[in-house]
């Protein structure tokens, strides 16, 4: 699901394998980008305008975006360099060269030999590391305020000075290619994620693997990535977001002493990727694993995103999301979990935080001795129940209260208000359009929804369903 996924850098020595995630690692990954999802552009209500953050912000004369949220509790702050690039903007044939970059961008500069960009951060008490989605790349330090200057420093040293020997570019492919073979091809659910995105997008880049096929990522050469960086990596195509103890006035020297001294891209450089979609088909694609103990069941719905198709319904979507599958209260969970006890989870969720088209996407684990088929038959009959009887008053506003409570804590978190504002701002929000969010939710109506729910259901657009299975399933 175009941003949902992510690929943060994994920390390895050169030639070591990539560290693998368990299949409980992965669902608590999950649940953090769906909890991400639903977080995107997200606050508690006010009385008066609503503001998300009470975010600053400032443009450098290169171009450069500069936003500041203050949070004065420890003086801490969490920056983070948001470019405006992603798989899904790689050139046809070198899949991966955006998170090979992004390994890339540790190898050092004149001025920061390779390998040192991190030692530097714990030396002064921070940490630091990066992360590719299909719509951006993004690299944070969470540091003493003290600190901050240190960090902008360098970050603005290797927007504009990588240097790239042949032999480390070799080296980190190298990492790169074992972190697929331990992330993707030796996990069977990253391997139908990666099917199933190929069946529902089959001809838009959101069908690509964030950390590229094999054969491509093999072919990736030191010029691809130095071509890359020098299209993609310059501040009139970044964002910089500062959380914690500073302000708008503290950071614009900061930013213009540092940032401000690189030169932009002569022109701002541009999203050339192909955004045709096939023709609506549902397509259904079947797997089986000898590591796969428990079936699971998904479906994936080319939906409007807040850039793509009927944008509009955008909120109710997400209310929507939340009324079939946002937890214990939703109607799968009920009614499949609870009442029927044809599975022991059940849940929705849309993303449609995304610079093209977004998802609608069920997840569902039988319960033993349950079929995938029954479950197939379940979640369709809740739609059709959906479409047919509609939503209530008290179901819609529940699902906003819930909406709502699951950001309680988002702004205590200086590093999860930079990632929601960053992620917001590098996939074409505003900032007006962040502190205008609450509004948005809270004008959604029961008709709001079943309008969302019959964009989404009509079979006018694609869907892919994959079913894994046990090796010996029949």
Do not use: C
Not at 104 to 117: A, D, K, S
Not at 296 to 313: D, F, H, K, Q, Y
Not at 441 to 453: L, N, Q
């Amino acid at each position: 699901m175009p941003g949902l996924h992510s690929l943060s850098r994994t920390r390895t020595r050169p030639h070591a394998v990539a560290a693998s995630h368990s299949a409980e690692d992965r669902a608590r990954l999950w649940l953090a980008a769906a909890a991400l999802m639903a977080l995107t552009l997200l606050a508690l209500p006010s009385p008066t305008r609503a503001q998300s953050f009470d975010a600053d912000s400032f443009t450098l004369d290169n171009g450069l975006q500069v936003v500041v949220v203050e949070n004065h509790r420890v003086p801490v702050v969490a920056h983070m360099v948001w470019y405006k690039v992603g798989a899904a903007d790689e050139p046809p044939g070198k899949s991966g060269i955006a998170h090979l970059l992004e390994h890339l961008m540790f190898q050092g500069t004149e001025t920061v030999p390779p390998g040192e960009f991190s030692k530097i951060i714990a030396r002064n008490g921070g940490r630091d590391n990066a992360f590719t989605s299909s719509d951006y790349t993004a690299y944070y330090q969470t540091i003493a305020r003290d600190r901050l200057e240190l960090v902008m420093e360098m970050e603005a040293d290797r927007m504009a000075n990588l240097r790239l020997a042949e032999e480390d570019v070799l080296t980190e492919r190298d990492v790169v290619i074992e972190e697929r073979l331990s992330r993707t091809e030796n996990e069977p659910t990253a391997l139908m994620n990666e099917r199933l995105d190929q069946a529902l997008w089959v001809v838009h880049p959101y069908k690509n693997p964030i950390i590229g096929w094999a054969h491509e990522l093999e072919a990736l050469t030191r010029q691809d990535a130095l071509d890359f960086y020098a299209r993609f990596y310059a501040p009139n195509n970044a964002v910089v977001v500062v959380v914690g103890d500073v302000t708008a006035d503290e950071l614009r020297p900061l930013a213009e002493r540092t940032y401000g001294q690189v030169r932009p891209a002569p022109e701002t450089p541009t999203r050339d990727r192909l955004r045709d979609l096939p023709p609506p088909a549902d397509v259904t694609v079947t797997m089986r694993h000898p590591q796969v103990a428990q079936p699971t069941w998904w479906r994936r719905i080319v939906a409007p995103s807040r850039n793509a198709g009927a944008s509009e319904l955008y909120p109710a979507l997400q209310v929507l999301a939340e009324v079939l599958g946002g937890g214990p209260v939703s109607r799968l969970y009920e009614r499949m979990v609870v009442e029927d006890k044809v599975a022991v989870s059940a849940g929705a969720g849309y993303n449609g935080r995304a610079v093209d088209f977004g998802t609608f996407a069920f997840s569902v684990t039988p319960a033993p001795g349950r079929a995938p088929a029954e479950i197939e038959t379940a979640v369709e009959a809740e739609i059709a129940r959906l479409l047919e009887e509609g939503v209530t008053d008290e179901e819609v506003e529940g699902a906003k209260r819930r909406l709502r409570a699951s950001v309680v804590f988002a702004r205590d978190s200086i590093f999860m208000t930079a990632r929601i504002v960053g992620a917001a701002l590098a996939t074409g929000a505003t900032l007006e359009e962040i502190e205008r969010w609450p509004e948005d939710i809270a004008a959604v109506t029961p008709d709001d929804v079943m309008a969302a729910a019959r964009a989404v259901f009509d079979g006018s657009a694609g869907s892919a369903t994959a079913v894994l299975l046990p090796e010996s399933s029949s």
